[in-house]
């Protein structure tokens, strides 16, 4: 069975500085990882995916995710945080061999970019 | 989100009513989703649909009745509510799940009384 985990419920930082939102996974053939992002009352929003290639992929609004095999990890990066990113974050996955699998989501990551 | 309407946005029930909430998209998508948010579980799927007239269960599907007569709707039922089944629900929509090209609405925020 496939499975995402995010270990931290939120993450602060202060505007300016980088930030980081983990992701680890598990699945038993190749995996196709995913960020969404949600705002306050909102759907979840398509930030980046990796399916295979350079394992560093970038995405929308300057966020950036490294794909670490060794380390079954996904990590969700910006250099500089900005206020406005300040949003609940999740980290989903599925098996890659497996066309029909659908996307397992990981429990959410609350980021709180201070001023 | 453009695209993908859920309705109500806020409902508030008494429990072992039956209550439905609706999900409407314009995109002709072939899979619809329907998931439930809650603090501590992140996103549970509840019921998926692969096409008109085909769904299927998801992790948490007790409670819940769906259907699918047309690609662009997908409503779902609870029964007979029940306090737990206090949650935001999240449709979505996609052409191709697999290569996470799912597309949320805007979520609708359910209270049973």
């Known amino acids: 069975a496939q499975s995402v985990a995010q270990p931290e419920d939120q993450v602060n930082v202060a505007e300016g500085n980088p930030l980081t939102v983990k992701c680890t996974y598990s699945v038993s053939g190749n995996p196709y990882l995913f960020w969404y992002v949600q705002y306050p009352n909102r759907g979840l929003q398509f930030l980046l995916k990796?399916?295979?290639?350079?394992?560093l992929v970038k995405g929308s609004y300057g966020f950036e995710a490294e794909f670490n095999k060794s380390q079954t990890s996904f990590h969700l990066k910006k250099p500089s945080a900005l206020v406005s990113d300040s949003a609940l974050y999740f980290c989903?996955?599925?098996?890659?061999?497996?066309?029909?699998?659908?996307?397992?989501f990981g429990g959410g990551t609350r980021l709180m970019v201070k001023p | 989100d453009a695209g993908i309407t859920q309705s109500p946005r806020y409902k508030i029930t008494e429990t072992g009513r039956q209550v439905t909430l609706m999900c409407h998209q314009t995109w002709s998508h072939s899979y619809m989703f329907w998931y439930r948010q809650d603090l501590g579980h992140g996103l549970r799927l509840i019921y998926y649909s692969a096409a008109a007239d085909i769904t299927d269960k998801g992790e948490v599907p007790d409670g819940y009745v769906v259907s699918r007569s047309k690609t662009e709707n997908f409503p779902l039922t609870l029964e007979s509510a029940t306090r737990s089944q206090t949650s935001v629900y999240f449709c979505a929509s996609s052409d191709s799940p697999g290569l996470g090209g799912y597309t949320f609405g805007s979520g609708t925020r359910l209270t049973v009384v």
């Open positions: 989903a996955v599925r098996e890659g061999d497996n066309a029909g699998n659908m996307l397992t």
């Open positions: 990796y399916i295979t290639g350079d394992n």
